[in-house]
């Protein structure tokens, strides 16, 4: 299992969100490591949800080209429909966390899938809360998960050269 020490930083465009995505990868910074979650509307209304974790998914939706350009470079791609939150386009490692929460049926503490994922990166519940607020009103989430140091040095580099509304550190003593 992965260390539970991860990075949260929030943004309110998808052009701050990808330019971010883009330096931690000018830094060096291992991009299967890196997650990205937004709203995106799709048109097909019937669609539950859809990932793939090992080639390109075809990109969709009213800023398709943005979540494009992350697929070419993260791991994995995914479109869910979580209730409560709307549908939700995912990028990084995030998905498999996600989709092993819908596999195993183990959505716990009245958590959404989307929650049981991200509490499985070693974000705790309050914080989760809030950003699933934060994606219900059309912002977007970046996830860097790894060592502490790591997760501080990519907190850093996101605190002084990208436009977020904030960013986060979680470990899993938060998670308690």
Known sequence: MKTPNTCVATYKTHNAADDAVKSLQKAGFEMKKISVVGNDYHTEEHV??????????????????????LWGILF???????????????AGP???????????????????ALGAGLASMG???????????????????????????????????LLEKTDHDGVETHNEADVG
């Not at 989760?128 to 790894?146: D, Q, T």
Request: charged content about 15%; overall charge neutral; cysteine-free.
């Open 48 to 69: 539950v949800g859809y990932y793939n974790t090992g080639d390109r998914m075809k990109a969709w939706g009213k800023i398709g080209a943005f979540w494009g350009g």
């Open 94 to 112: 995030l998905v498999s966390a996600i989709a092993g929460g819908l596999e195993g049926a183990v959505i716990a503490g009245g958590l959404s």
């Open 76 to 90: 994995g791609a995914a479109f869910f429909v979580i209730p409560g939150i709307g549908p939700m386009v995912i």
């Open 123 to 157: 974000i705790p519940k309050n914080s989760i809360v809030r950003y699933e607020k934060s994606l219900s009103a059309g912002n977007f989430l970046l996830l860097y998960n790894g060592t502490e140091e790591e997760v501080a040095t990519a907190a850093a580099l």
